[in-house]
């Protein structure tokens, strides 16, 4: 079936970094854009960044300068570096991934979910 596994969230002071990661198994298709996306209660799922598989990216207003978002293509696995975290970056973040079965997309993974907690 495939999934994906994120690891790397917990509780940090502001000012502080965390790394998370997101691994890919079993799918068994071509894996193009990953991204990274967070939501706090009562609020839709918003974007933090993706990059495609040729390494261009795309941040959310609120986060560059801050995030960088890389990829292992070997590994099929995703990473979120978050430095200077700020109390507003708190949610809970979910990484996603798009499979390609040739030139047709077959369908968007999304991770299980990692909560970030920046005390202030």
């Known amino acids: 079936q495939g999934q994906l596994v994120e690891s790397g969230g917990g509780l940090v002071q502001a000012g502080g970094s965390l790394r998370l990661s997101c691994a890919a198994s079993?799918?068994?298709?071509?894996?193009?854009?990953m991204g990274w996306y967070r939501q706090t209660p009562g609020n839709e799922r918003e974007l933090v960044a993706t990059i495609t598989s040729g390494g261009d990216t795309n941040y959310g207003d609120s986060v560059k300068g801050r995030f960088t978002i890389s990829r292992d293509n070997a590994k099929n696995t995703s990473y979120l570096q978050m430095n200077l975290l700020k109390p507003e970056d708190t949610a809970v973040y979910y990484c996603n991934a798009e499979a390609y079965k040739g030139e047709i997309k077959w369908g968007v993974y999304w991770g299980q979910g990692t909560q970030v907690t920046v005390s202030s």
């Open positions: 079993g799918i068994i298709f071509r894996i193009n854009d």
